[in-house]
């Protein structure tokens, strides 16, 4: 095998970028004076409720702002696990969402991408898709299962590292690895014998 054919593909929001973070500070810039602070990662089925419509609005047009995703912060649990499969031999990718109507999101991951390329590599392969599940990985990290569930089904010797979240922490699946800050070893176990399957 050769160190190409062991691909782990990261995803970048809630992975290797703080997105709920900068979401949370910019929609709380745009809250109005003596307006309750609603935490649109915390609604669950509660979100499709017409009444949360203005937060989604506010959500839109923060998301419109090619800026906002350039200079999302990072989030740590993703680069933990990108150092692991380094050390382990693997080769690191970015596998990220494109937004279906947003064209400011493509241009801002883009730019993260290359202001990051100290750590990331200059040379580092990405791939911006509506579809994950259609890409090769040895290995998933990313946060969100309505993402690595189809990526999954498609791979029976496939594993996901799953870096934790508010918003992911009731889901279980016996190929998903919480990463949660403390089991980093327990990580590099998994992703190991991922490698040499
Ligand atoms: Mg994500």
Known sequence: M??????ALFDMDGTICDYVKAMHEALEKLRAPGETFVDPFSLGD???NSRYKYLWD??????SE???????PIFPLGWEVMDVAKETGYYCEILT??????PASLAGKLKWIIKHEDK?????????TRNKSRHYGRVLVDDYPGYFMP???HRPKGLVIMPDSKYNKDFKDERVIRYDGTNLNQVKE???KAKVK
């Open 2 to 7: 050769t160190l190409r054919e062991a691909i």
């Open 46 to 48: 509660d979100g499709n």
């Open 58 to 63: 506010r959500m839109n047009l923060i998301k």
């Open 66 to 72: 090619e800026e906002w995703w350039a200079n999302l």
């Open 97 to 102: 969402q494109a937004p279906k109507k947003n």
């Open 120 to 128: 990331l590599g200059e040379d580092i392969d990405f791939t911006i």
């Open 151 to 153: 990526w999954l089904e």
């Open 190 to 192: 998994v992703i190991l």
